[in-house]
């Protein structure tokens, strides 16, 4: 948005965030049980750091909320409601209005995965584009590394590289500021798991 030259005074994008609703004791049960949460993305806010702790606060209130709950209410009347209510529910409640993009966060193994003798070394995961968005993030942690995924309508969003280079700076400048530099990658075996 800098790089465009648009204002982003008080402007504040929502973040289509899915999560799971499954409980701990649902481990590796079959079918999906999803939900959306919509985040804040505080571009107005010039300060990394800043900017961080206000999606992590906001993250964690709405965690604490029950705006999650909503999705499972309407899943769990499946049983109960006319069709024609449960379908104008779920539309209402997974409508793409609410939100500019879509951004997903998936915990990969956390160690090495092997295909034919070689390792796997990076997850690129991929996102959707819902409804009329023009971008979707996709991230996957996997074997103590991130891999991003961005798919973007290119007619809304011919600078999706610039999105990117923007995602790799602000992460460099966060790890610059915490002090530390980001570890390499991890290139050993771990026995067991060919």
Not at 29 to 48: F, K, Y
Request: overall charge positive; glycine content about 10%.
């Amino acid at each position: 948005m800098h790089g465009r030259g648009l204002r982003v005074d008080g402007l504040e994008l929502k973040a289509c965030v899915p999560v799971s609703t499954r409980g701990s004791d649902e481990r590796g049960a079959l079918g999906n049980r999803l939900t959306q949460l919509i985040a804040p993305l505080p571009v107005w806010e010039p300060d990394p750091v800043r900017r961080l702790a206000v999606v992590r606060e906001a993250m964690a209130g709405i965690k604490d909320s029950r705006q999650a709950i909503g999705a499972e209410v309407i899943a769990g009347m499946q049983d109960f409601a006319p069709p024609t209510i449960l379908a104008q529910a779920s539309r209402l409640n997974f409508s793409s209005r609410f939100y500019n993009l879509l951004v997903t966060n998936v915990p990969g193994p956390q160690f090495p995965l092997y295909v034919l003798g070689r390792e796997m070394e990076l997850i690129h995961p991929v996102a959707f584009l819902a409804g009329e968005r023009a971008l979707a993030v996709a991230v996957m942690s996997y074997n103590g590394q991130l891999g991003w995924g961005l798919i973007a309508d290119l007619d809304a969003l011919p600078d999706v590289d610039v999105v990117a280079g923007g995602i790799t700076d602000a992460l460099a400048e966060l790890v610059a500021l915490a002090g530390g530099a980001p570890r390499p990658a991890r290139r050993r075996a771990a026995a067991g798991r060919r």
